[in-house]
Nanobody, 123 residues
Framework: QAQLVESGGGLVQAGGSLRLSCAASGRTFSNFAVGWFRQAPGKEREFVSSITGNSITNYADSVKGRFTISRDNAKNTVYLQMNSLKPEDTGVYYC?????????????????WGQGTQVTVSS
């Protein structure tokens, strides 16, 4: 069983930056794909970004060019660098891992989830 813990959320003004971290414990997940998802109030959870076991990345169109996902397998941690934040980026951000090196945009494809971290972008 893997446990995922997100951190790095907070309140930031539009145009600002945050870096989210997703730390895994319980097992080494260097071969696991990891995804970031977010959920705004009253909306469904949506895909933000993913990274495969060999660091191939994918982004939702809404964040492409502004967000960067990366992983440090030595630290069992995946990061999401978020720049040029917009109010519509507000939500709870979740990281998730799946027992496969290949990522997916589908929520159902992930086996382990963190508890989420709140990101609020003020206008």
């Amino acid at each position: 069983q893997a446990q995922l813990v997100e951190s790095g959320g907070g309140l930031v003004q539009a145009g600002g930056s945050l870096r989210l971290s997703c730390a895994a414990s319980g097992r080494t997940f260097s071969n696991f794909a990891v995804g970031w998802f977010r959920q705004a109030p009253g909306k469904e959870r949506e895909f933000v970004s993913s990274i495969t076991g060999n660091s191939i990345t994918n982004y939702a169109d809404s964040v492409k060019g502004r967000f960067t996902i990366s992983r440090d397998n030595a630290k069992n941690t995946v990061y999401l660098q978020m720049n040029s934040l917009k109010p519509e980026d507000t939500g709870v951000y979740y990281c998730a891992a799946r027992r496969s090196a290949w990522a997916t945009m589908q929520i159902q494809g992930y086996d382990f989830w963190g508890q989420g971290t709140q990101v609020t972008v003020s206008s």
